[in-house]
């Protein structure tokens, strides 16, 4: 099945900075690749999702790049804010009718004012 | 709101107890799937329901059952509940099935289960 690796599990930025976060996959015959945002005691919330026919995609301060040759996809935050503080979550989805995602294992982000 | 709503928020069983969660899928949505969320680690797949038939099942053992009603709503029931089994408990529903393919998941707030 689908593996899903997540780096880094931690990060500290100071506002107004960029954020990188990186994930790899193991299944070529993925072609879904989101990202959640997940607060503190709430639910996972969709910030940007690529497929696999894109290589970029952009969303105001957020961006999801994909290289599927490598199998890695990253998402980018930049000019970040204390808000944008919270665990991001990766994901990648296969094709076909039971459309499961395995997600990455998490990051926190903090953003220090 | 999201629209998708789960119920209990949190609750507390005993090793070996059975539990049912429950979750209404938000309007126009007709599949359903169930992730657990253990502290600290990403949402893991439970299984998927489509036109109230299990449509794709992760790794988990049989002990681990669903339901969709014809409203679409959906249980998730677990018997002979471990210490492992605590965890929070994602609902997520979607739209149809087809095309390239809408993963447009939509989670609710989830269920927060303590085994003790």
């Known amino acids: ?113 | 709101e999201t629209g998708v709503t789960q119920s209990p928020t949190h609750l507390i069983k005993t090793r070996g107890q059975q539990v049912t969660l429950r979750c209404s899928s938000q309007s126009g949505h007709n599949t359903v799937s169930w992730y657990q969320q253990a502290l600290g680690q990403g949402p893991q797949f439970i299984f998927q329901y489509y036109r109230e038939e299990e449509n794709g099942r992760g790794n988990f053992p049989p002990r681990f059952s669903g339901l969709q009603f014809p409203n679409y709503s959906s249980e998730l029931n677990v018997n002979a509940l471990e210490l492992d089994d605590s965890a929070l408990y994602l609902c997520a529903s979607s739209s149809p099935l087809g095309g390239y393919g809408d993963y447009g998941y939509t989670f609710g707030s989830g269920t927060r289960l303590t085994v003790v």
Do not use: M
């Open chain 1, 1 to 113: 099945g689908e593996n899903v690796e997540q780096h880094p599990s931690t990060l500290s930025v100071q506002e107004g900075d960029s954020a990188v976060i990186k994930c790899t996959y193991s299944d070529s015959a993925s072609n879904y690749f989101p990202w959640y945002k997940q607060e503190l005691g709430k639910r996972p919330q969709l910030i940007i999702d690529i497929r696999s026919n894109v290589g970029e995609k952009k969303d105001q301060r957020i961006a999801v790049t994909l290289n599927k040759t490598a199998k890695h996809f990253s998402l980018h935050i930049t000019e970040t804010q204390p808000e944008d503080s919270a665990v991001y979550f990766c994901a990648a989805g296969l094709s076909g009718s039971a459309r499961q995602l395995t997600f990455g294992s998490g990051t926190q982000l903090t953003v220090l004012p």
